[in-house]
C-alpha cells in the first residue's frame, strides 16, 4: 500500500512538471523532461536508483545459499528473469533503424592476471546472470555465497543527459562479494561499479511516462577484502 | 600532433604509486564518502569544497613538502579565480589507456576524447586522438623496399609487390602520418577491436595557469574515488598548443 502511495505521489508530482516539449514515439504522446530543470533532474535519478536497488536484490536473491534463503533453482531462475525484465529491451540486441544488430547489453567483470594486472572481460548481461547461477548451483568454487550491494543512500547518480529522443543518467554502487568453502571465507571483494539508466516512454496505468531501463555496467578495479 | 602527445604522456607519468592504508568493514560509509563519479568530483570543485581534500593524499605528502604547497597555490588560485568546471566545456579531456586486439594479437594504445556539441542540449563525446606504437607503421629493419627508378618505363609494377608492413618505406620523406586516421582506419578494416579501458584520466585546462589531471583511486579510505593526481602550472601559450592540436585548428 505504502509502496502504491509512492508511485502514486511520484506520477503526479511528474505530471505537475510536465515540461512544455512533447515528441511522438512508437505512437505514445511523451511529455519530455527538462534536462534544465532540478526538480525533473531529481525525479527522474531518484527512479534510476531505484531500479539499480531492485536489479542488486534480485541478484541478492539470485545466488542465496542454505545460509540465506536457499532458493530452488527454479526461484533463481524467476529471480533472473525478473532482474532482466529490468534492462533495456531484456537486455537483448536492439535492431537499429537501419537494419543491423546492435550489441546486447553488456556487464564488464574484472580479474588479475598471474602478472597482477587487471583484466577486465565484458559479456552480455544474460550471460554473466547464468553464469552467476551455475556458480551457486554447481557449488564447484564456493558452497556459499553472498553478494550484497550498496544502499539507495550511498549510491550517486549523474544529472541526466539527453541523448538524441532519448535521456540517460549512470549510476554509482558498490557490490562486495564473499564466497566460502563450509565455514571458512575463501574469497571476499568489492567493487564499484557503473550503470547507465536509459528513460524509456512506455503507457502505464497513469498515463505515457518514462520507466528506467538498465543498460551496461562498467566494474571499477576489485579491491579485496 | 606528437609534441602535445609527449607533454600529456610526460604530464601522466607524473603520476606516483599510491599504497593506502586498508579500512575494512565500514562498506557504505567508505562508499558514501567517495567522489564516484566524475561529475560529482566536477561538482565539489565547483563548489570549492575543501579543495585539498580532492587531491589524492598520498601524492600530497607532509605540509612541508613542495607538492603540497603547490596545491595549496592551486586551491587558492582555484578560489581567487572563481574557474568552474562544466561537462559541455572544451578544454578538459579523457585520455583512455584501452587494450585490444591487433590481428589477434593483444596491444594497448591511448585514446584521446573529448565532448562534442551536436544540437540544443545534447552532448557526445568524440576520439581525438589515438596513440599507440602499432599506429606508427614503422617498417621492419633492413627493410630495402623501394620503387626503382625506372619504375615508371613498367607501369609502376612494383607497387604490386609492396608488403603491408613496408608501406611507409615508399613515402615521401616529410610525410607525417596521422596516427588517428591510421587507428580509425583499422577499426574500420576489422583489424582492431577495442576491449575495454584499462587505465582513465582526465585532464582539465579550464583553471587559468594551471593544468591538473583526475584518476579513480579503487581503496578502501575515506580518501578514495576521482582525485586530482597531478598538477602543474603551464602558461596560455602552451595550453593553447595543447587545445588546438586537441582540435586540429591550425
Request: aromatic share 10%; proline share 2%.
Amino acid at each position: 500500500m505504502k509502496k502504491l502511495l509512492i508511485t502514486l505521489s511520484i506520477a503526479l508530482c511528474f505530471n505537475a512538471l510536465q515540461a512544455q516539449t512533447t515528441i511522438v514515439d512508437a505512437g505514445i504522446v511523451i511529455n519530455m523532461p527538462d534536462v534544465n530543470n532540478e526538480e525533473h533532474q531529481k525525479l527522474l535519478q531518484q527512479r534510476a536508483k531505484e531500479c539499480v536497488k531492485q536489479m542488486n536484490d534480485y541478484i541478492s536473491s539470485m545466488t542465496a545459499t542454505q545460509k540465506n534463503g536457499h532458493p530452488t533453482v527454479n526461484d533463481r531462475y524467476k529471480f533472473r528473469k525478473a532482474a532482466i525484465a529490468l534492462f533495456l529491451n531484456e537486455g537483448d540486441s536492439i535492431t537499429l533503424e537501419n537494419g543491423t544488430k546492435g550489441a546486447p547489453v553488456m556487464m564488464e567483470t574484472t580479474s588479475k592476471n598471474s602478472k597482477g594486472r587487471t583484466i577486465k572481460t565484458t559479456r552480455p548481461v544474460k550471460e554473466y546472470f547464468d553464469r552467476l547461477i551455475k556458480m551457486i548451483v554447481e557449488k564447484r568454487t564456493y558452497t556459499d555465497v553472498t553478494i550484497t550491494s550498496t544502499d539507495i543512500e550511498a549510491m550517486d547518480v549523474t544529472n541526466i543527459k539527453k541523448v538524441g529522443d532519448r535521456y540517460q543518467c549512470v549510476v554509482s554502487y558498490s557490490q562486495d562479494f564473499i564466497g566460502r568453502r563450509g565455514e571458512l571465507t575463501a574469497y571476499a571483494d568489492r567493487t564499484k561499479k557503473t550503470i547507465t539508466v536509459w528513460f524509456v516512454a512506455e503507457k502505464t496505468i497513469w498515463g505515457d511516462d518514462l520507466i528506467p531501463k538498465l543498460g551496461d555496467i562498467a566494474a571499477g578495479e576489485t579491491t579485496r577484502l | 600532433m606528437n609534441k602535445v602527445l609527449i607533454l600529456i604522456t610526460v604530464f601522466i607519468s607524473f603520476n606516483i604509486n599510491v599504497y593506502a592504508q586498508v579500512i575494512i568493514g565500514s562498506g557504505d560509509s567508505l562508499f558514501q564518502s567517495r567522489i564516484k563519479l566524475v561529475e560529482s568530483f566536477m561538482n565539489r570543485f565547483n563548489n570549492r569544497e575543501n579543495l585539498i581534500g580532492l587531491f589524492d593524499s598520498e601524492m600530497l605528502g607532509s605540509e612541508k613538502d613542495s607538492v603540497y604547497k603547490a596545491a595549496q597555490q592551486f586551491a587558492k588560485d582555484a578560489t581567487k579565480s572563481g574557474a568552474k568546471l562544466n561537462f559541455a566545456d572544451t578544454s578538459w579531456f579523457a585520455i583512455a589507456t584501452c587494450a585490444g586486439k591487433y590481428k589477434g594479437k593483444s596491444v594497448d594504445f591511448i585514446l584521446i576524447l573529448n565532448v562534442e556539441t551536436y544540437g540544443k542540449d545534447l552532448y557526445k563525446w568524440v576520439v581525438a586522438k589515438a596513440q599507440g606504437d602499432f599506429f606508427s607503421l614503422t617498417p621492419p629493419k633492413n627493410d630495402n623496399t623501394l620503387i626503382t627508378p625506372l619504375a615508371h618505363e613498367t607501369n609502376f609494377m612494383e607497387l604490386s609487390r609492396i608488403k603491408a608492413e613496408s608501406i611507409l618505406s615508399v613515402s615521401q620523406k616529410r610525410y607525417e602520418l596521422d596516427q588517428t586516421a591510421v587507428f580509425y582506419t583499422m577499426i574500420n578494416s576489422g583489424l582492431l577491436n577495442i576491449e575495454y579501458v584499462s587505465e582513465l584520466q582526465f585532464m582539465f585546462l579550464q583553471l587559468p595557469g594551471w593544468i591538473f589531471t583526475i584518476k579513480e583511486f579503487e581503496r578502501q579510505t575515506y580518501n578514495a574515488g576521482w582525485l586530482i593526481t597531478s598538477i602543474e602550472r603551464i602558461n596560455d601559450k602552451d595550453k593553447r598548443l595543447i587545445l588546438n592540436n586537441l582540435y586540429y585548428e591550425k
